[in-house]
């Protein structure tokens, strides 16, 4: 399998298949996009003694399977709060934007306690009939402990990248978070996939800290409300616990 993006230089990437999502081969999953964001504003004039708390990304159109540029920005510097701006661009149209709030890491010793997240199952969950060109799917290795693919409702699973952000890179602990937040609804649809659509035009991260290790668990729940909108929230942790949340507002409507 291929790395989701290969560096062609000057900020310029070619998107692979393995960037694909489930509604066409044609169009990026929103997941590796968001990763590759992430990496910019990692790298966006770095300050060891801040971290990254809240990401929130715009999908202002599908993006393609394609060639990409990405850009980030300080859009206001601070000595202990700094909002960051990245945005990724397909040909002339701009794709994909996201904000980020910088702050500095907390000088308080930790506080409140989580439930632990569950074992990793040993069985994979296999790529859906009928979603075999789902590229995506095939990159990112899924273990269910609670719910399926095809179950509808709430459902908790563990993940891990098979293939690097990057290609020749190893993955930031950001970037495996933020390549499979986009997936909570993906895996908590309340509607069947084949009969309805419930695509998100944002994605909203909050980070408590920085993953460690390759395995990140997503567990999610959707709702949808009567003539209104839906849902899709999700908690993410590592093996040592939680380390963000993420919600994404979701268009739901008959194919």
């Known amino acids: 399998m291929k790395p989701f993006f290969e560096p062609r230089g000057g900020g310029r990437f070619l998107a692979t298949e393995s960037t694909a999502g489930p509604w066409s081969p044609e169009h990026q999953h929103a997941g590796p996009p968001a990763a590759l964001l992430g990496r910019a504003l990692e790298r966006c004039a770095p300050r060891e003694e801040m971290v990254l708390a809240r990401c929130t990304f715009e999908i202002l159109g599908p993006v393609p399977v394609a060639e990409v540029e990405v850009q980030a920005r300080v859009a206001r510097p601070g000595r202990s709060v700094e909002l960051l701006e990245a945005e990724l661009s397909a040909g002339d149209r701009t794709a994909m934007t996201v904000r980020a709030w910088r702050v500095l890491g907390a000088g308080a010793p930790a506080a409140g306690a989580d439930p632990a997240p569950p074992p990793i199952p040993t069985e994979?969950?296999?790529?859906?009939?009928?979603?075999?060109?789902?590229?995506?799917?095939?990159?990112?290795?899924?273990?269910?402990?609670?719910?399926?693919?095809?179950?509808?409702?709430?459902?908790?699973?563990?993940?891990?990248?098979?293939?690097?952000?990057?290609?020749?890179?190893?993955?930031?602990?950001?970037?495996?978070?933020?390549?499979?937040?986009?997936?909570?609804?993906?895996?908590?649809?309340?509607?069947?996939?084949?009969?309805?659509?419930?695509?998100?035009?944002?994605?909203?991260?909050?980070?408590?800290?920085?993953?460690?290790?390759?395995?990140?668990?997503?567990?999610?729940?959707?709702?949808?409300?009567d003539g209104g909108a839906g849902l899709a929230r999700s908690t993410l942790s590592d093996l040592d616990g939680v380390v963000a949340h993420g919600s994404q507002s979701l268009l739901v409507a008959p194919r």
Do not use: K
Not at 131 to 143: C, D, K, S, W
Not at 160 to 177: I, M
Not at 189 to 209: K, M, S, Y
């Open 124 to 225: 994979v969950a296999p790529v859906p009939f009928g979603l075999e060109g789902f590229g995506y799917g095939r990159a990112v290795e899924m273990r269910f402990a609670a719910g399926d693919w095809m179950q509808l409702g709430p459902a908790t699973a563990w993940t891990r990248l098979r293939v690097p952000v990057v290609d020749g890179e190893e993955p930031s602990g950001l970037q495996r978070v933020l390549a499979v937040a986009d997936s909570g609804n993906g895996i908590s649809g309340v509607l069947a996939l084949d009969e309805w659509l419930f695509i998100n035009p944002e994605l909203t991260v909050h980070l408590r800290r920085e993953a460690r290790g390759e395995w990140i668990c997503l567990d999610a729940s959707t709702v949808i409300a």
